[in-house]
Nanobody, 124 residues
Framework: QVQLAESGGGLVQAGGSLRLSCAAS????????VGWFRQAPGKERTFVAA????????NYAESVKGRCTMSRDNAENTVYLQLNSLKPEDTAVYYC?????????????????WGQGTQVTVSS
């Protein structure tokens, strides 16, 4: 079992930045691929970014590519999502998810563990 806890969300003006954190407990996080997803009010959960369990492979949604960087610190059992040049359409609850080994995936159903989410609100 892996427990995930997101933090770092908040209210920011358009053009600003946030760094979201996903802290893991229960198992060695370095053995897990991790993904970030988001869900805006009234919309489905969508893929944002993912990283393989080795950290050697990362992929990003087109909507955030160039504005978003995912990283991990295995010593701290934490994964980060740096969001820059934020837009009002980035407003959503952001979730991290984990799956044992494997590649980071854009498919939410492939992840076994989810955090509770952190709210990101971008004002215009």
């Amino acid at each position: 079992q892996v427990q995930l806890a997101e933090s770092g969300g908040g209210l920011v003006q358009a053009g600003g930045s946030l760094r979201l954190s996903c802290a893991a407990s229960g198992r060695t996080f370095s053995n897990y691929a991790v993904g970030w997803f988001r869900q805006a009010p009234g919309k489905e959960r969508t893929f944002v970014a993912a990283m393989s369990w080795t950290g050697g492979s990362r992929n990003y949604a087109e909507s955030v590519k160039g504005r978003c960087t995912m990283s991990r610190d295995n010593a701290e059992n934490t994964v980060y999502l740096q969001l820059n040049s934020l837009k009002p359409e980035d407003t959503a609850v952001y979730y991290c998810a984990a799956r044992p080994r494997g590649a980071g995936s854009s498919v939410a159903l492939l992840y076994d563990y989810w955090g509770q989410g952190t709210q990101v609100t971008v004002s215009s």
